[in-house]
């Protein structure tokens, strides 16, 4: 391995280390603020964790890395969809409706149902995309506003198509039957969501699209600059269109690994909340499929982790989210610093090699 290559993974390594270190100081210094006992916090948080608690991270991960990467198509064309977590809550709903009905056996169900999800995710990221190739509405604004209506538009709908369980103020679409729940795959003495296996190949396809392709190339390009890709004969309105409509499709699958694996019908307890994780984790990955695989597992180990911190410390375990926090800002701020340096190394090196030119003709004469 040539040295360039070593100084290039130790500056890609560089960036996660300085944020993790970064968000453990100031992490430690906020519970001793409060008067905490941050060793007893950070004993517990980085113990080895249980088998129960594995199987929970590995799914945890799971729902955040498909999150993430819906979030990190729409940052490849530099476009911030910051309307995951609506689009995949109406796209669950839609899914766990047409799963309910049962209207195809086992399998092809299932697969009608994943279908449904990706479509209906996809259309109401596209409304966001229209908007903003024709009427120029910034991204950012229109999919924080559709957040709130697709909780409400899934609201107005539970209710219309929703059951209610006896004894129970929970109401919940018709339960998915059996034929249609996705097995799950042993690990650890228990099962983690059979949905790992459709996110890994989500991760694939992401990876294969945006550095094999045409598509990705001019995704890329327009999205490092739209000036240079309209040059080129890219049409980057289209390719703000279609960017969307990926984006809300891989969005459309996030709560069906809950959905399939774990509540079996969409209710007013379903889990919100999992696209704002997946920007943080799309960050820090820089979203690269391995780097936000990493991100994912290190978010749901912090979370599952913190869960005995009320009971054991009485440290309330919403202090990961200080740390999660900290992590994002710190590796944005860090991976500037690192590419500053790697930039100046290069020019140091590419100087050396001019300078060291002339001197080598000379000894050749």
């Given at each position: 391995?040539?040295?360039?290559r070593?100084?290039?993974?130790?500056?890609?390594l560089?960036?996660?280390?300085?944020?993790l270190?970064?968000?453990?100081?100031?992490?430690s210094?906020?519970?001793?603020?409060?008067?905490d006992?941050w060793?007893?916090?950070w004993?517990?948080?980085?113990?080895?964790?249980?088998?129960?608690?594995?199987?929970?991270?590995v799914n945890?991960?799971?729902?955040?890395?498909l999150?993430a990467?819906?979030?990190?198509?729409g940052?490849r064309?530099n476009?911030?969809?910051?309307?995951?977590?609506?689009?995949?809550?109406?796209?669950?709903?839609?899914?766990a409706?047409?799963?309910g009905?049962a209207?195809?056996?086992g399998p092809?169900?299932i697969a009608l149902?994943?279908?449904?999800?990706?479509?209906?995710?996809a259309m109401?990221?596209?409304i966001?995309g229209?908007?903003?190739?024709?009427r120029?509405?910034?991204?950012?604004?229109?999919?924080?506003?559709?957040?709130?209506?697709?909780t409400?538009?899934?609201?107005?709908?539970?209710r219309k198509?929703?059951?209610?369980?006896e004894?129970?103020n929970?109401?919940?679409?018709?339960p998915?039957p059996?034929?249609?729940?996705?097995?799950g795959?042993?690990?650890?003495g228990?099962?983690?969501y059979?949905?790992?296996?459709?996110?890994?190949?989500?991760?694939?396809g992401?990876?294969l699209?945006?550095?094999?392709?045409?598509?990705?190339?001019?995704?890329?390009a327009?999205?490092?600059?739209?000036?240079?890709?309209?040059?080129s004969?890219?049409n980057?309105?289209k390719?703000?269109?279609?960017?969307?409509?990926?984006?809300g499709a891989?969005?459309g699958?996030?709560?069906?690994?809950?959905?399939?694996g774990?509540?079996?019908?969409?209710?007013?307890?379903?889990?919100?909340?999992?696209?704002?994780a997946?920007?943080a984790?799309?960050?820090?990955?820089?979203n690269?499929?391995v780097?936000?695989a990493?991100?994912?597992?290190?978010?749901?180990?912090?979370?599952?982790?913190s869960n005995?911190?009320q009971?054991?410390?009485?440290?309330?375990?919403?202090?990961?989210?200080?740390?999660?926090?900290?992590i994002?800002?710190?590796?944005?701020?860090a991976?500037?610093?690192?590419r500053?340096?790697?930039?100046r190394?290069?020019?140091?090196?590419?100087?050396?090699a001019l300078?060291?030119?002339?001197?080598?003709?000379e000894?050749?004469?």
């Amino acid at each position: 391995m040539t040295q360039s290559r070593l100084n290039r993974i130790a500056l890609a390594l560089a960036a996660p280390v300085l944020a993790l270190l970064t968000a453990f100081i100031v992490t430690s210094l906020v519970l001793i603020l409060a008067g905490d006992d941050w060793i007893g916090v950070w004993s517990q948080i980085l113990s080895w964790p249980s088998n129960r608690t594995m199987i929970n991270i590995v799914n945890s991960a799971t729902v955040y890395y498909l999150s993430a990467v819906a979030v990190a198509i729409g940052f490849r064309m530099n476009l911030f969809n910051i309307g995951v977590d609506g689009q995949y809550r109406i796209a669950s709903f839609a899914a766990a409706w047409v799963a309910g009905e049962a209207w195809l056996p086992g399998p092809f169900n299932i697969a009608l149902a994943l279908v449904a999800g990706m479509f209906v995710g996809a259309m109401w990221a596209g409304i966001a995309g229209l908007l903003r190739v024709t009427r120029g509405v910034s991204e950012v604004i229109s999919t924080i506003m559709l957040n709130s209506i697709a909780t409400a538009v899934v609201a107005y709908f539970l209710r219309k198509v929703a059951v209610r369980e006896e004894g129970s103020n929970v109401i919940s679409t018709k339960p998915l039957p059996e034929s249609s729940h996705i097995p799950g795959i042993p690990f650890l003495g228990g099962e983690v969501y059979g949905f790992v296996v459709i996110a890994i190949l989500v991760g694939i396809g992401y990876w294969l699209v945006i550095n094999r392709t045409r598509f990705g190339f001019d995704l890329r390009a327009a999205g490092q600059s739209e000036s240079a890709a309209v040059a080129s004969g890219i049409n980057v309105k289209k390719m703000m269109l279609v960017t969307m409509l990926l984006s809300g499709a891989i969005a459309g699958l996030v709560g069906l690994p809950l959905l399939f694996g774990q509540d079996y019908a969409y209710g007013s307890t379903f889990q919100s909340g999992l696209g704002f994780a997946g920007i943080a984790i799309a960050l820090l990955g820089r979203n690269h499929p391995v780097g936000i695989a990493l991100g994912a597992l290190l978010f749901a180990f912090l979370d599952q982790q913190s869960n005995p911190l009320q009971i054991l410390l009485d440290v309330s375990p919403d202090i990961v989210k200080v740390t999660q926090g900290v992590i994002v800002l710190a590796v944005v701020i860090a991976y500037e610093v690192v590419r500053r340096y790697g930039v100046r190394m290069e020019q140091r090196n590419v100087a050396a090699a001019l300078d060291a030119a002339p001197r080598e003709k000379e000894v050749a004469r």
